[in-house]
């Protein structure tokens, strides 16, 4: 899957004080170009330093290929988890799940590319490349 970046940033969730900032500000002018964007839109997570509390890059991307492309390899696997779009806080409550699976062991994850995908009918599932 080819993915174009539409705009990116870089950030830590623990160290990072404008880390909020940082995303909100990311998604505001990422979506002020997507107004006519039909298709599902991509919350990307790559280029981690180290794991979920190390430094990390995001990006806001749509599916295509031109010169802003990352290439998400095909034979990755992942695992899906959906998120609550009913619960205001439900893509953070799914990522602190996802942090206390890993923390138990129950989650092997590989620090390649994770992404949020965020589909045409308002559904939302967190993708994490895993082991």
């Known amino acids: 899957m080819k993915l174009t970046i539409v705009k990116k940033s870089r950030t830590n969730n623990f160290k990072d004080a404008h880390v909020l900032e940082k995303i909100t ?3 505001k002018n990422a979506s002020a170009s997507l107004t006519t964007h039909e298709g599902n839109i991509y919350g990307l997570y ?3 330093e180290s794991n979920y509390k190390g430094d990390y890059s995001i990006a806001v991307a749509i599916e295509g290929d031109n010169e802003r492309s990352i290439d998400i ?9 959906p998120v609550n779009t009913e619960d205001e806080q439900g ?28 589909y045409p009918d ?6 994490i490349a895993v082991k």
């Open 46 to 48: 790559y280029e981690y």
């Open 122 to 127: 308002g559904q939302i599932a967190i993708y």
């Open 25 to 27: 500000n990311l998604w």
């Open 73 to 81: 390899p095909e034979n990755q696997e992942y695992k899906v988890f």
């Open 91 to 118: 893509i953070f409550q799914t990522w602190k799940s996802i942090w206390e699976r890993e923390e138990k062991g129950a989650l092997q994850r590989t620090y390649t590319y994770d992404f949020e995908k965020y």
